[in-house]
């Protein structure tokens, strides 16, 4: 049976994955020639671009994937506290 829990459980675990896709999808370079990167960078964008205007690359490198899984998961949490 599904119940609301198992669905918003799904919809997270796809935002996180979508995330670690994009991640390796940046280091492969791939993203202009693949439907897959082009879908999850629409997917992804509405997330991380928001953390950017507040997120400096830190060395050079892009951290907001990593704190956008971090506040996905705290939001999760929420959610599961409240509404369960």
């Known amino acids: 049976m599904i119940t609301a829990q198992s669905v918003m459980d799904l919809i997270f675990w796809v935002l ?3 995330i ?3 991640v390796a999808f940046d280091w492969i370079g791939s993203a202009s020639r693949n439907p897959l990167a082009s879908l999850v960078y629409r997917i ?3 997330i991380l671009t928001p953390l950017r ?3 400096r690359p830190l060395a050079g490198l892009d ?6 899984i971090v506040i996905l ?5 929420l959610l599961l506290l409240l509404l369960f």
Do not use: C, F
């Not at 998961?73 to 949490?77: Q, S, T």
């Open 44 to 46: 992804t964008e509405p």
């Open 73 to 77: 998961g705290l939001i999760r949490r």
């Open 63 to 68: 951290i907001t994937p990593m704190v956008a």
């Open 53 to 55: 205007r507040y997120i």
């Open 20 to 22: 670690l896709l994009r």
């Open 16 to 18: 996180d994955i979508a």
